[in-house]
């Protein structure tokens, strides 16, 4: 007589160790019921009776009643946290990144809410743009050649947006929204990435012009625990919506027809902890697995994009008329002056005029210099007696013992006579050092 069949779950530990990182046998019981699929459930372990969170990716039957296997202990949540799709980007991420898919995961699903889940309904209206609304996303769209095709055909396009502010809002904040709501109009979801709270909120007021605000699903690390499982489990719904978050919200489990990233340059698109994905390289593993539309927006284009788009692999998308900064000079007249400032005047008048109609870059060489101070004729009190070397420039003031330089206490700080630090630590009468503060005669 052939043995009996069971009921067995392929399960996917919640573990960042990497031996774990692969599908587990358990036996479903059958006092479990029907078990779906992406649910969490706790499994044991072989190792001191100890008892794991874990997903549940299949539910098979097999024929052989007779293999050892443990139980599941017991089925946490009913709510399929995790989706098939979602699953699959998470082990694609993680073997490229040599890492493995619960650390993936671990930053997309949040934890569990009893109350919010238990108040969720998952019925969620679908809701559209107005007439109105969807007119002035396909002005805004019609700017840049190409990109309604791109939308329209799931292509991919790296888009040099216009540096410019519209109605108070920059216009890279208006192009994205406006992407989101044409894909939105059509019964698609769109994920749009940027990389600080400070351009989430330019882009949540761009898209209030644009879509309902029920369509909105914000995805950040400001917001607090219930409100981000919450609107996690809006993500899970099959009613599209507009994901808007930092890199983590590349791997939002909706099925999305568009995602964006606004400056992939960004250092904070880098995911710190491992397997250290960045929201680019996770979006070009979405919109392969996917077929989703890809748009890579900046008002310049990081090395990475313009490799794909010199492959072919992106399409080159520009305004039609592009709109470029006016960009101001200093002279080397204004520079060789005696009274030269840090900031020469032409520039800072330009710059005082500029900034009643938009933002104003300042660009320099580089951040500082370091904090020590330097002396020059006889105008800046000093420590111990300053040389010119023999083209008459000053040089970096010295401490009395003759170590270190004087400096400030901090960087940033204004190098004042009184109290400068040594930079090497003074030796008192034992020889030790000491963290003494050098004074010149004229401070004391």
Same mark, same amino acid.
């Given at each position: ?18 031996? =774990?990182?692969?599908?587990? !046998?358990? +036996?479903?019981? @059958? *006092?479990?019921?029907? /078990? &779906? %699929? ?108 190409? =990109?309604?095709?791109?939308? !329209?055909? +799931?292509?991919? @396009? *790296?888009?040099?947006? /216009? &540096? %410019? ?280």
């Amino acid at each position: 007589m052939p043995p009996e069949s069971r009921r067995i779950a392929r399960v996917l530990l919640d573990s960042p160790l990497p031996q =774990l990182d692969r599908l587990f !046998d358990y +036996a479903l019981p @059958a *006092a479990l019921g029907d /078990v &779906p %699929r992406g649910v969490r459930v706790r499994v044991p372990l072989r190792t001191a009776g100890r008892v794991i969170d874990g997903y549940v990716i299949d539910v098979d039957t097999e024929d052989d009643a007779e293999r050892p296997l443990s139980e599941v202990e017991t089925v946490v949540s009913a709510v399929p946290v995790l989706p098939e799709r979602l699953h699959t980007l998470a082990r694609r991420v993680a073997d490229r990144a040599a890492g493995s898919a619960s650390d993936v995961l671990r930053l997309v699903i949040p934890k569990r809410q009893v109350r919010v889940e238990k108040a969720w309904t998952a019925d969620s209206p679908v809701v559209r743009p107005t007439a109105e609304a969807l007119a002035q996303a396909e002005q805004i769209i019609a700017v840049y050649d190409g =990109l309604a095709d791109v939308l !329209d055909e +799931a292509g991919r @396009a *790296a888009v040099e947006a /216009v &540096p %410019r502010l519209d109605d108070g809002v920059q216009a890279w904040a208006r192009l994205l929204a406006a992407s989101a709501a044409r894909m939105l109009a059509a019964g698609k979801s769109s994920i749009l990435v940027v990389p600080d709270h400070r351009d989430l909120d330019r882009l949540l007021a761009a898209l209030d012009a644009l879509v309902p605000s029920e369509a909105v699903v914000r995805h950040d690390s400001r917001q607090t625990n219930p409100d981000r499982y919450r609107a996690f489990l809006r993500t899970l719904e099959d009613a599209p919506c507009i994901v808007v978050g930092n890199r983590s919200a590349v791997y939002a489990p909706v099925v999305a027809g568009l995602v964006a990233i606004w400056d992939d340059g960004d250092p904070l698109l880098g995911e710190p902890l491992s397997p250290y994905v960045n929201a680019r390289d996770a979006a070009l593993l979405r919109q392969e697995l996917e077929g989703s539309a890809l748009l890579f927006a900046g008002h310049t284009r990081t090395t990475d994009v313009e490799r794909l788009v010199v492959l072919g692999w992106l399409q080159d998308v520009r305004a039609a008329r592009r709109v470029l900064p006016r960009v101001v000079l200093s002279t080397p007249q204004e520079m060789e002056q005696p009274t030269a400032q840090r900031m020469p005047s032409s520039a800072f008048l330009a710059a005082r005029d500029a900034a009643a109609e938009g933002p104003v870059l300042v660009q320099v060489s580089r951040p500082g210099f370091s904090h020590r101070s330097c002396a020059r004729n006889a105008g800046l009190r000093r420590a111990a007696p300053i040389a010119e070397d023999r083209w008459g420039h000053g040089i970096a003031a010295r401490c009395r013992c003759a170590a270190g330089a004087v400096g400030a206490r901090a960087r940033g700080r204004v190098p004042h006579a009184r109290p400068r630090r040594c930079g090497w630590p003074h030796r008192g009468a034992s020889g030790r050092p000491t963290n003494s503060v050098a004074r010149s005669p004229e401070c004391e």
